[in-house]
């Protein structure tokens, strides 16, 4: 069997349930495949593991890896098996947000570490400033959790629809104290959870032959987790080393996920490419990408694993 | 090949000349030796980075990471103060103050000793890494959050070297003050706190390399979008590997250049003590 | 003549890991105003002790004690005597003078009476010129004399000292023993002095207290006959002589040779 | 023994402070809830509420009792959501590191202290390297470490090595230095070899002060080994399960990962002093 | 009769942060092989700097010196001497029996010889039983002897002691003093002894050398005509008191009371 190792961008969950039910309904092994999957953390940068040969493939969102383009590390995007982003901003009622308008004068809470390019995008776009003056948001680095708009140190946080978004709800506010903007719906979505290889790599037949069987094997991953939530939510507790992940929480992530990855056969849409580029572009003075990249995906592996 | 054999050409000469430099006692050569072996370091990094072709987003050559200084100065210099004056020295005022009067406090009573020192270094074997998440919790995402977490650092290094700098006068020297029949504060002003400085210093020393730790590693959970501690987690999302070599070479020539003050004040204060001086 | 320090039938068992050590046993001493009183004895008598006793530096497990008539303790705290240790001691964070000046800040003396104490008993030691120095700028025999200078700044009149000139050589030893008649002929002080040496403690005392070990007790106690006025030569003089004798053989006695 | 009772009263102290932490760091959350349901909370009610909370800000002390009891005595040791299972793995990883760290920093030392161009030019590098941030390095670590096919283990042992070696080195430089001159010279007059000096004199001359410095070590072990454990996290740990906790906002989890590694670095100081008293009494040097 | 250490016009300086420190000034010595050569004299004048310059330990900086007609590194590396210090030095971690086998493992004697050796040598400093005990278990004398016994188990002729005695009390020291000299008869050795005691210099030696300080030299040199067989009580004769007063005026002469 072929060696594939498969970089995840955070740790294990529900948001990678397709490749973990690949492995262990032994989609990858019908293929010849030997799949590792190494999960990632607050500080681990995909793309720093591919450089260092960490990994073969890599989940990286659309705009951190178009960014790593540019510094230079060729990262081609061979399929996409997230269609729709599940990226938002929460906020509290509380605070007198109604919309985006709102927002001069906040603080809003952001991850950072890679995952801040869509944010900077939308907000250049609304033409508010980042850096703490009176007419742009407070920005603050977000932590691990939803604690910042619990606390009121936040007036929104950036959560997934899958995940944070719950914690919030878990911890005892109800949907009538929120308000939530997705990008999707600000028209400022970019692609998330794409799969990434490098570009030197991909000139080798070989390895274009093992991504083929490797794409198509998730995507019968992720199609079974779509149809079978509450085993695929077992399949990832399975997996998670720590043992801090609960049911619950794993079997809602699940259905969520199965939205987002429920319009894609896994090839890349180029109209979405090209609304995540065009996004990235309009930063204004500080634009996350600065030209239009070349190069960075292809049909090629997709065509060849959905036929 | 060239930057390889080159930098390794450098390294040979550079021991030749370290070597012979300490052979023959030239004068400064306490100051020079270290700064080439320095620059050893460096030479042979750029080589090697250069020479093996390693790409920059796993290990920048230092010539990147000193253009990231010269011309980021301004960014380095606003996290600067955020990381350090803010939230290191603060904690480490309030920290290591707080130490010694608490050690102060215990040595009044064995038996809060006794209890006391026991439990403190159980809490001093916490990884502070765990608490950094919690003070973010409590005390905000500023640099009051950074300054609770150096707190929380440095208090228990200090409170058991100040304990046991107390103690640290010899039997005669307390029997002489009895002899007086001294009152407790005197012999705490005469006596204990002078015998104590060369380990309250020792205390202060081993926290300043804390002090600049914690204030970086807090920022990881948390923080506003400026400190040594955000860039650096941000940048190597981005794989801004220079800047972030950058943001660490501050922080080293900082720690160093704190410490470096502890001990001259240090040396000052305790001119008298045995390690102070030079033999004969 | 009244009795400044007054043991009768004193214990002190000091308990340790291996049980108890008698360090003295039964002892009983009268030392009257102006006495000049040494202490000889091998190793390990309780020489120490009795002096430490003396001074409330530790406690007596049995018998009486008492200085000026009151208990140690109060002696202590009414600042009776003052105690040269063996090493001198000195601080050495304070200079010279300020090593001095320490008991007279912690007694509260006046601060331009201190100036004047200083440097009177700093001549007294001849160490004029060395007020500025700090210890470790010293030969060991300068700070044991420094260490002297501190116990006689301020005004107590008994002094209690434990082999002060144990480190020393013999000429500067010589000197230092012909100083300190002199000084207690001038002040008439009470002094306890504890040495290993028999011509010291035959130069020097009025009263010699020869012990013995294992428990510490008193073997001898020898009155003096020679004169107050001591020149140095005195110690060829066949009175000196005989009482050496009689130290010596004091001691020979208690002697045990396995230590 | 006859400091159980100070221990006693100085945990007790420290409980009732946590206690009242808990209630008043706790209580804002449980009024808003309060607040939103529309109720109003009598004085007790909230207590009772501060004691119970599934989030807490700061859990109580019985809550991360009951959680350590759950995760060590009622789960199966080899079951990933038993702290035993981490505490064992975070364990490997110390000693791993510890014993890089054991290796190095007496190498540095001896190096050190027999030559004068490393003692020059090494030591101020030394400290040094002790105030760049591990926690921001160590994810570059583990890349390059990747990357050269190296094991996650040793990964995380190299990690856990770069905050130990330092205790050692300094303690060992003390420790081969302590013999004084006189005894050097004494070797001198033996006209022994430097190797002699060094397996007769030195080394065992600075058995104590490697113990002191053993003891420092082996807890900054543990802590670089919770560092690595983040960037690490795959393979389970304490930091791993500090790290889940933090994202969960889990805090009673954080405080029971917490504890546990507390009380893991308490019990390897406690083996090492044990071992010291041994050694140092076989080697007569203990009284 | 040979000649086993010859200094001629010996300069020695060290070189201190305040400048040089002249220890030692043309100083000019023969000592003949079976010699017990005391040097005395006050602190600082350079014994223990001259004692340590015989073994190869601090380096003449003028004039020449030899031991066994070899410069004192060759002598040094031959093993020609065994040196007390004035601490007893004994390693900790070793016990007595250990600390005197501690050379002879350095110098490679053979297993077998060690135990016999390390037994003879107890017995002549009488420590037998001692053996298997740690230093810190001994009383400060036993642990001199100990360190004596040490510098005695291997072959050396020339012994070099810097004031090996200093801390001991009087009655331990005649012992010693005495078994010293009972040893020195048997053994033929060559000693060099440093001490700050007159009599103790007069008994022990064959010559004694009388120095003075800044810079150090040698002021005097006395040749005893006492007998090789020498009771404790020789100490009460007139030729005793005569050369002790020699002693004594020679270190007059050279004292200066600024130490
Ligand atoms: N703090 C102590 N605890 C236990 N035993 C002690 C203590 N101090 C002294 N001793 C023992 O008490 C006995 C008398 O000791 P002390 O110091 O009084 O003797 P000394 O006559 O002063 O001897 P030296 O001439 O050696 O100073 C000795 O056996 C000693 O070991
Ligand atoms: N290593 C050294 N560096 C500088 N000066 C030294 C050194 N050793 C000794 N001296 C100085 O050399 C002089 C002679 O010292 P030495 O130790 O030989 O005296 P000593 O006669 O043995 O005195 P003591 O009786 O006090 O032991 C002194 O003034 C001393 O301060
Ligand atoms: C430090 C930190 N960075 C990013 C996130 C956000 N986040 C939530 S889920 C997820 C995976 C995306 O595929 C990411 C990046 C976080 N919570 N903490
Ligand atoms: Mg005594
Ligand atoms: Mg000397």
Known sequence: ?307 | ?280 | ?259 | MKSILPILTVVAAIFAIWYAFAVILNAPWAYSKAERADKTLSFSEMVSDTMAQDKPLLPAPHQVAVEIWKTTALKNVTSKRSLVYHGWITLQATALGFAFGIGLGIILAVAIVYSRVMDMSVMPWIIASQTVPILAIAPMIVVVLAAMQVDDIVAKGVISMYLSFFPVVVGMVKGLRSPDTMLLDQMKTYSASPSQAFWKLRLPASAPYLFASLKVGVAASLIGAVVAELSLSQNGGLGARLLAGSYYGQTIQIWSALLAAATLAALMVFAISAIEKVTLRRMGMAQ
């Not at chain 1, 959560?159 to 005892?172: L, P, R």
């Not at chain 2, 012999?187 to 204990?192: A, F």
């Not at chain 3, 480190?167 to 230092?176: F, N």
């Open chain 2, 1 to 280: 090949m060239m930057w390889i054999l080159g930098s390794l050409v450098f390294w040979a000469l550079a021991v030749v000349l370290n070597l012979y430099l300490v052979r023959n006692k030239v004068a400064g050569a306490g100051f020079i030796v270290p700064v080439l072996f320095g620059i050893t370091v460096l030479v042979v990094w750029e080589g090697m980075v250069r020479g093996f072709n390693v790409s920059p987003v796993l290990l920048p050559p230092p010539s990147w990471v000193g253009v990231a200084l010269v011309s980021k100065t301004h960014i380095l210099w606003q996290d600067l103060v955020q990381t350090f004056f803010k939230g290191a020295l603060t904690g480490y005022f309030i920290g290591c103050g707080s130490a010694v009067l608490i050690a102060i406090a215990i040595d009044r009573s064995p038996f809060l000793q006794r209890g006391l020192l026991p439990v403190g270094n159980f809490i001093a074997a916490l990884p502070i890494v765990g608490l950094a998440p919690i003070m973010v919790m409590w005390f905000g995402f500023d640099w009051h959050s950074k300054a609770a977490v150096v707190v929380a650092m440095v208090f228990f290094p200090m409170l058991v070297n100040t304990v046991q700098g107390l103690q640290a006068s010899d039997h005669m020297q307390r029997d002489l003050m009895r002899t007086y029949a001294a009152s407790y504060w005197a012999s705490l002003v005469k006596l204990r706190l002078p015998a104590a400085m060369p380990f309250i210093f020792n205390g202060l020393k081993i926290s300043t390399t804390l002090a600049l730790i914690g204030a970086i590693v807090a920022e990881f959970f948390g923080s506003p979008i400026k400190g040594m501690g955000f860039r650096i987690s941000t940048e190597v999302g981005r794989l801004s590997l220079d800047m972030v070599w950058a943001e660490i070479t501050v922080a080293a020539i900082l720690g160093s250049a704190f410490y470096g003050i502890v001990a001259l004040t240090e040396k000052r204060l305790t001119f008298w003590h045995p390690s102070q001086r030079k033999q004969r």
């Open chain 3, 1 to 259: 003549m009244t009795t400044v320090i007054q043991a009768n039938n004193l214990d002190l068992t000091y308990q340790t890991n291996d049980g108890p050590v008698h360090a003295l046993k039964g002892v009983d001493l009268d030392i009257n105003k102006g006495d000049f009183v040494s202490f000889i004895g091998p190793s390990g008598c309780g020489k120490t002790t009795f002096l430490r006793a003396i001074a409330d530096l530790e406690q007596p497990t049995g018998g009486t004690l008492t200085v000026n008539g009151m208990t140690p303790e109060q002696a202590r705290q009414s600042r009776a005597y003052g105690y040269v240790f063996q090493a001198a001691g000195l601080y050495p964070w304070r200079t010279i003078g300020d090593n001095i000046r320490l008991p007279l800040e912690i007694m509260g003396y006046p601060k331009s009476d201190m100036a004047q104490r200083v440097t009177e008993v700093l001549e007294l030691v001849h160490l004029e010129g060395f007020e500025k120095k700090f210890p470790w700028q010293l030969s060991g025999g300068m700070q044991q004399r420094a260490s002297i200078a501190r116990a006689l700044a301020f005004d107590a009149d008994i002094l209690l000292m434990d082999e002060p000139f144990g480190a020393l050589d013999e000429i500067v030893r010589d000197h230092l023993n012909e100083q300190l008649l002199e000084l207690w002929a001038r002040t008439n002080k009470t002094i306890g002095f504890v040495t290993h040496s028999i011509p010291e403690a035959v130069y020097l005392s009025t009263k010699i207290v020869v012990m013995s070990p294992r428990p510490g007790r008193i073997t001898d106690i020898i009155d003096s006959p020679l004169p107050k006025e001591r020149p140095l030569d005195i110690r060829d003089t066949p009175e000196f002589l005989e009482i050496a004798h009689r130290v010596r053989e004091g001691l020979r006695e208690g002697h045990a040779y396995d230590d």
């Open chain 1, 1 to 307: 069997a072929d060696d594939v190792t498969l970089q995840l961008k955070w740790v294990t969950q529900a948001q990678f349930a397709g490749y973990y039910v690949a492995q262990e309904k032994g989609f990858y092994g019908d293929e010849d495949l030997n799949v590792t999957i190494k999960p990632g953390g607050p500080d681990v940068a995909p793309a720093q593991v591919i450089a260092g040969g960490g990994a073969d493939v890599v989940l990286d969102w659309m705009p951190s890896a178009l960014a790593s383009r540019e510094k230079g590390l060729n990262l081609v995007n061979i399929a996409q098996p997230f269609a729709t982003s599940g990226m938002m901003l929460t906020c509290r009622k509380d605070t007198g947000i109604t919309g985006p308008e709102d927002f001069a004068g906040k603080t809003l809470g952001v991850w950072f570490f890679g995952n801040e390019y869509p944010f900077l995008s939308w907000m250049s776009q609304m033409g508010l400033s980042t850096d703490g003056g009176d007419d742009g948001v407070t920005v603050l680095k977000q932590g691990f959790n939803v604690d910042p708009l619990l606390q009121g140190q936040a007036a929104c946080i950036s959560t997934m629809t899958y995940n944070e978004y719950w914690q919030v709800i878990d911890a005892g506010l109800t949907e009538d104290d929120l308000v939530t903007f997705k990008y999707e719906d600000m028209g400022v979505a970019t692609l998330e959870d794409g799969i990434y290889v490098l570009q030197e790599n991909l000139d080798d037949p070989a390895f274009s032959d093992k991504m083929v069987r490797f794409v198509r094997a998730s995507m019968k991953g992720w199609k079974y987790a779509e149809a079978n939530p509450d085993e695929a939510a077992d399949i990832v507790l399975e997996n998670d080393a720590s043992g801090a992940q609960t049911e619950k929480h794993q079997q809602r992530m699940m259905r969520e996920i199965a939205k987002l990855t429920a319009g894609s056969t896994g090839e890349l849409s180029v109209e979405d490419y090209e609304r995540t580029v065009e996004t990235l572009m309009k930063g204004g003075s500080d634009p996350v990408i600065t030209a239009t990249p070349e190069g960075a995906w292809t049909h090629a592996i997709t065509d060849l694993a959905l036929k």
